[in-house]
């Protein structure tokens, strides 16, 4: 079992920058893949962000040079950085890892609100 568990989200104006923290615990051995995702109210659950193991990374559209996905290995924690904050980034932000032997992990989700 994996355990993972989110802060730093938080009410930011737009053009405002945000830090949120991912930190795993556990089982932790065989992560290859760490991402972020997000829903907003009445919408689907969106990837934002994910770092594999090897250090490539992948953004959404929407988020392409704002966001920056990274990855404390002697912590065990992955981060997103979110600058220029739009009201459009308001929502549910959720950590999520993938194991090589396909497990699936998610934390508990970090409210980001934007205020134009």
């Known amino acids: 079992q994996v355990q993972l568990v989110e802060s730093g989200g938080g009410l930011v104006q737009a053009g405002g920058s945000l830090r949120l923290s991912c930190a795993a615990s556990g089982s932790i051995d065989g992560i290859n893949i760490m991402g972020w995702y997000r829903q907003a109210p009445g919408k689907q659950r969106e990837l934002v962000a994910r770092?594999?193991?090897?250090?490539?990374?992948t953004y959404a559209d929407s988020v392409k040079g704002r966001f920056t996905i990274s990855r404390d290995n002697t912590k065990n924690t992955v981060y997103l950085q979110m600058n220029s904050l739009k009201p459009e980034d308001t929502a549910v932000y959720y950590c999520?890892?993938?194991?090589?032997?396909?497990?699936?992990?998610w934390g508990q989700g970090t409210q980001v609100t934007v205020s134009s």
């Open positions: 999520n890892i993938k194991q090589i032997w396909g497990m699936d992990y």
């Open positions: 770092l594999l193991s090897g250090g490539t990374t």
